[in-house]
């Protein structure tokens, strides 16, 4: 096979670019993380190696030790990370580094704001990696041959990151990858030993890989001898006591490709029938592709510390896709593969084992710490939200760390437990009530809420779109039914007083000859015509059966493109409200024709639906007015 050795010059996507330039400034102040980023990849490598090497050992070229050396040249201004790991081809190269192959990633350019702080943390959710040699370096050259192909293959890619980049075809006998930073003017403070030796212990400590740095005489001048700078023992494999906070946050910090600190941390050893150490992490923010329910999960697995996979989702159900980690197991086959994760019994059981380790964590948070369990809700309770549907067994205890908001503070936060409801039930209800609106404010106002208030009966306000799937799989709690306050019959049994039974029957014995007419004046258009017990306020409702869709769902539903059966709705009138007292005076049949399809109308746009011809019923409706 020839080998193409052209020199190229490519231009960067247009969405690196335009990382490049935000990152620069949004991370200036925190530039110390390039080697760390730069570590972490080259680590990565090495692991991705020793993984290949297992069902291939020539990959490793009779060089058995992985490493990974950084050192500088004080005359040439350059500091040079430099790993024997897997390394890349002339494609990875150009695949791997200038674009960005991530969903989404237009979308997250599009909410930085120029603001540097609020941008940091952003671009640190991203994650920049590779690309955060740009802060510090005005070029930067990485040469690289893939392990197993010949010297011949060696790539040398160069750029000083304002748009373009160069790659070529080299000779180069070393596997693995060497990045070459040129120092920008002004950064030389990274060409000192004792910065550099600092900022490796302070962010890579924990990397299992030793990491050198030439030694220096008494002069202190670099000599030929490579010495380990940082403790390169496996962070999750020490006893937790001897483990510090910062240990741990730095270590999540490598694993997660997290800028920031993550807001709680469970590392299990587990021992017996199956035998593994599990260090767990949730992270304080979401990344920007947390709802992408296909994007990759953030457990890495090892077997006996050997690397194996990233984003083993067998690991972890996608109702806990952001917790990001490590799982090293001590009984798996160290040449394992996706395929036979998929239905392995130790598998199974450090899946089982670990959920249960999740959400213990998050119970134990949301007993001992609730502001921080707040924090976490706020960035992750609606991915949590899937969890009753998906995992039935724990669906009891995934429903204790539920939170809603709800009519008891009529605030759009998520801060109350089906426990707290519970607790404040009122003597005789015997039902857990809850409306689904596509948003807080709509949900707030529903009429359907009109009854509960009077009786000061509290209702939980859901209006994330998963809401509707979480309560057609969770239908109870500590025995407690859940039920919509807008869907099928209402009987609030023992709240309702006898005078308020009352009055209720005086109303409708006033106008009761009104619900076949509306019936006959509604026609195809209405399964049923009743009264209401739900409403004070409002003069119609509509009552959806206990399991149909909300209308707003429905819509959203055929937006997306489904086509969903046809359902006619109930409707339910106040029979003590104004507007129907006089409509059951009205004798002009058309008029009175008006009004009944005035009133479907209203009560189905204040329930998020839309409809069919809206310019008909601003039509109607006008006449209506006109003519009263
Ligand atoms: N030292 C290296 N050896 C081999 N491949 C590398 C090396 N550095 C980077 N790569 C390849 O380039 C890709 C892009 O690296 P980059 O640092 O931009 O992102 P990342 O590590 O995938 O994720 P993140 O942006 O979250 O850090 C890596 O996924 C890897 O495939």
């Given at each position: ?258 800028f920031e600190e993550p807001l709680a941390w469970t590392h299990n050893r587990v021992e017996g029938r199956h035998e593994y150490t599990s260090l767990l992490y949730i992270p304080k923010r979401a990344p920007f592709d947390l709802w992408d329910r296909d ?277 339910e009138v106040n029979p003590g409200h104004r507007l129907i007292q006089r409509m059951d005076q009205e004798t002009d049949t058309e008029r009175f024709g008006g009004w009944a399809r005035l009133l479907l109308d209203q009560a189905i746009l204040a329930e ?21």
């Open positions: 096979m020839s080998v193409d050795t052209h020199k190229e010059t490519r231009s960067f996507q247009t969405e690196v670019s335009q990382l490049l330039h935000l990152m620069i400034n949004a991370l200036y102040s925190n530039k110390e993380i390039f080697l760390r980023e730069l570590i972490s990849n080259a680590s990565d490598a090495c692991d991705k190696l020793r993984f290949e090497a297992l069902s291939d050992d020539a990959l490793m070229e009779g060089e058995g030790e992985l490493q990974i050396q950084v050192a500088y040249d004080k005359e040439a201004r350059t500091v040079t990370i430099r790993d024997n790991g897997i390394g890349m081809s002339r494609d990875d190269v150009i695949e791997n580094i200038g674009t960005i192959a991530r969903s989404g990633t237009r979308e997250f350019l599009g909410q930085l704001t120029g603001d540097q702080q609020k941008d940091a943390h952003l671009i640190g959710q991203f994650g920049v990696g590779f690309y955060s040699a740009f802060i510090v370096a005005d070029r930067v050259t990485l040469t690289t041959r893939r392990a197993g192909m010949g010297a011949e293959h060696g790539v040398r890619w160069s750029s000083d990151g304002t748009g373009e980049f160069t790659v070529e075809t080299v000779e180069r006998p070393e596997r693995g990858t060497e990045v070459v930073l040129h120092l920008k003017e002004g950064e030389d403070e990274f060409l000192d030993d004792w910065r550099l030796r600092h900022i490796i212990t302070r962010y890579s400590d924990h990397i299992p890989l030793p990491i050198r740095m030439p030694k220096r005489d008494d002069e202190g001048n670099a000599t030929e001898e490579w010495e380990t700078v940082n403790r390169a023992s496996a962070l999750w494999t020490r006893p937790k006591g001897e483990i510090s906070d910062e240990e741990y946050q730095a270590f999540y910090k490598h694993v997660a490709h997290d994007r990759r999960h953030g457990i890495k697995l090892y077997v006996q510390r050997v690397f194996i996979m990233d984003d083993a989702e067998q690991l972890m159900p996608a109702y806990l896709r952001f917790v990001r980690g490590v799982v090293d197991s001590n009984d798996l086959p160290l040449n394992i593969s996706r395929e036979i994760l998929q239905n392995n019994r130790i598998i199974d059981g450090i899946r089982s084992g670990s959920v249960k380790k999740v959400l213990g964590l998050l119970e134990d948070m949301a007993k001992n710490e609730p502001e921080k369990y707040q924090t976490f809700w706020d960035a992750f309770g609606r991915v949590l939200k899937e969890g009753p549907a998906e995992d039935y067994a724990n669906r009891e205890q995934i429903a204790r760390l539920l939170r809603f908001a709800s009519t008891h503070t009529g605030e759009a936060t998520q801060n109350v437990s089906l426990a707290d409801y519970v607790a404040r039930m009122k003597e005789g209800q015997d039902t857990i009530y809850y409306i689904t609106a596509d948003n807080h404010t709509a949900a707030l106002h529903s009429p359907h809420l009109e009854v509960f208030r009077k009786r000061g009966i509290e209702v939980l306000l859901l209006s994330d779109r998963v809401d509707e799937w979480l309560v057609a799989h969770l239908t109870e709690f500590e025995g407690k039914a859940l039920k919509s306050v807008a869907k099928g019959d209402l009987d609030l049994g023992e709240t309702e007083t006898e005078e308020e039974k009352k009055a209720q029957q005086e109303a409708e014995e006033q106008v009761k000859e009104l619900l076949p007419r509306i019936q006959e004046a509604l026609g195809e258009r209405v399964q049923e015509v009743r009264f209401s017990h739900r409403l004070t306020d409002s003069p119609a409702c509509i009552v959806l059966s206990e399991n149909e869709m909300a209308l707003y769902m429905q819509q959203l539903l055929k937006q997306a493109g489904q086509s969903l059966p046809d359902t006619k709705p109930v409707l998020g639906g839309q409809l069919e011809d809206p310019a008909d019923f601003v039509r109607r409706l006008n006449t209506l007015i006109t003519s009263a």
